[in-house]
């Protein structure tokens, strides 16, 4: 692995995180849940970078589209803050 | 206190950066191994370009009909417990966005051509069935999104979708047994496979992915639908 993969692979699995964590973080449950979906869009470009693209498309899919609209429903029909 | 727990993000951000940074180092992706010799067999056989779908469309078959069944009974059961409950008494209408309305009506047509096209030529590029039904279905959920899930509801004829959602996996379970029937051993390729990167140049896996396709796209949206239909009960 070059060290220029290197550092695409660590950025990108650093945004990973760094999307788990502020979903985590916010308050706001929209927020939360669109950096959920972030974190899961880097994950399927993690996986395409890893020369996965059937999975990397299954997870973009599933992780960043079908479970974002369905949290997006559920926040809607409930409260947008999450208690203190 | 916000300040500490931003610290603590931080650092927690940084050795994650040094983890990664020492797995990546000494991580050796495999680059030039070669292709195994069944999976070339195997792609030579079915024409398929794409040796996922090759795989688990034709060697496979029977795990993915063992996942498709899995998912049959995950939407059964949701379909089973929910009746049991009555639908909750609904929440006033949420005053609609005129952007997320006209971006949902612009959207749902490309979606869903995505989602055909993406089960149609999963045998040839990355894709297949189970990506296609939930990015169609996705697309869906987006109507549900903009225009209310009631009323995205009331244009789905209710009956027969459930029907073809139970007919769906019948009929792939048939079409695996045909070739038994026609003297050859089961599983295999139901039409001979004709070669050369075509449409139709892989067989059975085509109508596989489509119908594969089509019953993913169903089940998600009665999943979906039957919790929001029962919020508040779950």
Known sequence: MSAAQSIIHVVVLVLIVAGGALAVWFKDLISAVLSLAAASLLVSLEFYLLQAPDVAIAEAGIGAALTTAIYVIAVRRTRRKEEE | MTRRKAAFAITCLLLTAALCLLVARSVHLPGGLGEPEYIRELASRTGALNLVASIYLDGRLYDTIFELIVFSVAVLGVRFYLSERRPSHRPAPIPESHVV??????????????????????HLSPGGGFAGGTVAASGLMLCSI?????????????PSLERLEWALPLTIISLAIVPVLLGRPPLAALFPPRGG???????????????IGIKVFIGSWVVVHGFIEHRGEI
């Not at chain 2, 309305?101 to 999963?122: K, N, Q, T, W």
């Not at chain 2, 903009?146 to 209710?158: L, N, P, S």
């Open chain 2, 101 to 122: 309305r006209a971006s949902a009506e612009a959207l749902f047509p490309f979606l869903l051509l995505l989602g055909i096209y993406l089960a149609a030529y999963g």
């Open chain 2, 146 to 158: 903009a225009i209310g899930a009631d009323a995205v509801a009331r244009r789905i004829h209710r």
């Open chain 2, 197 to 211: 990167g075509g449409i139709f140049s892989s067989g059975s896996i085509l109508l596989y992915n489509l119908l």
